[in-house]
């Protein structure tokens, strides 16, 4: 059976014309699983990509890493981070190696360029070669290898489907979004981890879940949660990076807000006051597409300052320049987005 298609939620405007236009679905639920505003197909499973690894990242405290290691919130931060390679990341990323024991070369996630600009010219200046430091997910990695640590297993090959370390994630994930992943809906993601197609309602839910210390989710996962929302929410910078949607939003918001953004179009996330969770996915892997639906979601569902408004007015109004400084063009929100609320 075909699958409908998804609204137009995102368009391109470039000079007087609209030149692309972005199909996208988004869930927001309760704690209890209950749908407060959906746009799009919510039940076609989505790889979530990076946009989960906060609850990856509950593996270290069902490991008991956390105390084994004496984790604290930095760490658990660049646990759940998608960075930028800057040197607050590359350091802190050291740190959490040196804690547990482990190296550089230990890490299995690959080797890129930073994603900073900065960074990356700072590394060319200096004939420096990126390590798999440099890697977005290097802080996960170092995650993953302290859990491997704690369970007494060979941290060799724990990004293999099969390895124990990927089957408590796989298990942890499950728990939260209260759906079973599938063999056959499974890939490798970017940086080599097995990632598993599930329905936007379920990350939803399992994000206001995670926000939530009434929710039914076992206690050990209530606690977690709630660390990892401090962790993430407050270290903001380490999370993301200079001139990130999520640096700039969780800072914004003081703590209320945690999300995430996910390779090729996507966002999950939660909001502290109303425990309400969100998940998005393009259908065409935009992420400015993405940066545009997230950031009208949580002015929909935030109580914003003006001074909140106008940050998420920024991305979700973004302009694109050419190499010569020109202002070409805009992604912006489409006329049928507010009709989902």
Not at 158 to 176: F, N, S
Not at 232 to 249: E, P
Request: negative net charge; contains cysteine.
């Amino acid at each position: 059976m075909d699958q409908k298609a998804n609204p137009v939620l995102v368009e391109f405007t470039r000079g007087n014309w609209v030149e692309n236009r972005h199909r996208a679905a988004f869930c927001i639920a309760d704690s209890s699983g209950k749908i407060v505003a959906n746009a799009g197909d919510i039940e076609h499973p989505i790889y979530p990509r990076s946009a989960i690894k906060s609850l990856q990242a509950l593996a270290l405290f069902e490991s008991g890493a956390v105390e084994k290691f004496g984790l604290d919130d930095r760490d658990l931060a660049l646990a759940c981070a998608s960075h930028k390679g800057e040197s607050v990341h590359v350091e802190g990323v050291t740190r959490f190696l040196d804690k547990i024991g482990m190296t550089v070369d230990d890490l299995e996630c690959g080797a890129h360029v930073p994603s900073d600009k900065v960074a990356r010219n700072n590394m060319r200046k200096n004939g420096e070669e990126p390590s798999a430091l440099h890697n977005n997910c290097s802080g996960k990695h170092t995650g993953m290898l302290a859990v491997a640590k704690a369970l007494g297993e060979d941290p060799k090959g724990y990004i293999e489907q099969g390895h124990p370390v990927q089957k408590l994630v796989r298990t942890c994930v499950e728990k939260t979004v209260g759906a079973s992943m599938s063999a056959d809906r499974c890939g490798r993601d970017g940086c080599s981890i097995p990632t598993w197609a599930s329905p936007l309602r379920g990350f939803a839910t399992g994000f206001a879940k995670l926000s939530d210390p009434h929710s039914d989710l076992p206690e050990l996962y209530k606690k977690a949660g709630q660390q990892l929302f401090d962790a993430c929410a407050q270290n903001a910078m380490l999370v993301a990076g200079t001139d990130r949607i999520d640096t700039d939003a969780m800072t914004a918001f003081k703590g209320k807000l945690m999300m995430k953004v996910g390779a090729d179009g996507v966002f999950c996330g939660a909001l502290r006051d109303s425990h309400l969770g969100f998940a998005l996915k393009v259908d065409d892997g935009s992420v400015p597409a993405a940066e545009a639906i997230v950031a009208g979601l949580v002015e929909k569902l935030a109580e914003v300052s003006e001074e909140q408004k106008t940050l998420l007015a920024k991305w979700s109004h973004k302009p694109t320049k050419n190499w010569r400084g020109f202002e070409v063009g805009t992604a912006h929100l489409s006329g049928e987005f507010a009709s989902f609320f």
